[in-house]
């Protein structure tokens, strides 16, 4: 099996700004698209010009603001890791409130602290269905069963088999 791991700090910060910038072009200029055509006026040539204006102009907002979201992750995802000294889901779920409270900065401390529970709880609901899905290591347990049959020690011929 193929163990795929993580790009260290500094350069995990420009693949997750990277991924999340690809991930918002994609979903937003799909569901830009979809809005544009059903917005414009009646006429197949008018809806796929609705369509296409609509991806041109909001697609590259909302795929900037998922690299903004993505960049502000990935950067209190490494500090925190700095600061803990380990990786586990705490430090995702961590990075998630703080992503989401320094985003609604504007908004005041209510918006603030309201951001940070939904960024908190959605991340751990993703890091819940990791857990879930990540098949648990296997230990073999040092035993009669796992060792192979010539190296099991003789039978005593005064034993009797059976009941």
Same mark, same amino acid.
């Given at each position: 099996?193929?163990?795929?791991?993580?790009?260290?700090?500094?350069?995990?910060?420009?693949?997750?700004?990277?991924?999340?910038?690809?991930?918002?072009?994609?979903?937003?200029?799909?569901?830009?698209?979809?809005?544009?055509?059903?917005?414009?006026?009646?006429?197949?040539?008018?809806?796929?010009?609705?369509?296409?204006?609509?991806?041109?102009?909001?697609?590259?907002?909302?795929?900037?603001?998922?690299?903004?979201?993505?960049?502000? %992750?990935?950067?209190?995802?490494?500090?925190? #890791?700095?600061?803990?000294?380990?990786?586990?889901?705490?430090?995702?779920?961590?990075?998630?409130?703080?992503?989401?409270?320094? #985003?609604?900065?504007?908004?005041?401390? %209510?918006?603030?602290?309201?951001?940070?529970?939904?960024?908190?709880? #959605?991340?751990?609901?993703?890091?819940?269905?990791?857990? #879930?899905?990540?098949?648990?290591?296997?230990?073999?347990?040092?035993?009669?069963?796992?060792?192979?049959?010539?190296?099991?020690?003789?039978?005593?011929?005064?034993?009797?088999?059976?009941?």
């Amino acid at each position: 099996m193929e163990e795929h791991s993580r790009e260290p700090c500094p350069w995990k910060l420009v693949e997750d700004c990277g991924g999340a910038f690809t991930m918002g072009a994609i979903g937003g200029g799909v569901f830009q698209a979809i809005k544009g055509f059903r917005n414009a006026p009646v006429g197949v040539r008018h809806r796929l010009k609705g369509s296409v204006s609509a991806v041109r102009i909001r697609a590259p907002q909302i795929a900037g603001s998922f690299a903004v979201w993505g960049g502000l %992750y990935s950067t209190f995802d490494c500090g925190m #890791l700095r600061l803990r000294g380990k990786e586990d889901p705490w430090n995702s779920i961590t990075s998630g409130a703080m992503t989401g409270a320094v #985003l609604a900065a504007r908004s005041g401390p %209510y918006g603030m602290v309201g951001s940070a529970m939904v960024g908190g709880i #959605l991340l751990a609901l993703i890091e819940g269905i990791v857990v #879930l899905l990540t098949p648990a290591p296997q230990f073999q347990s040092p035993g009669p069963f796992t060792e192979e049959p010539s190296q099991l020690p003789p039978k005593d011929a005064s034993q009797k088999s059976g009941w």
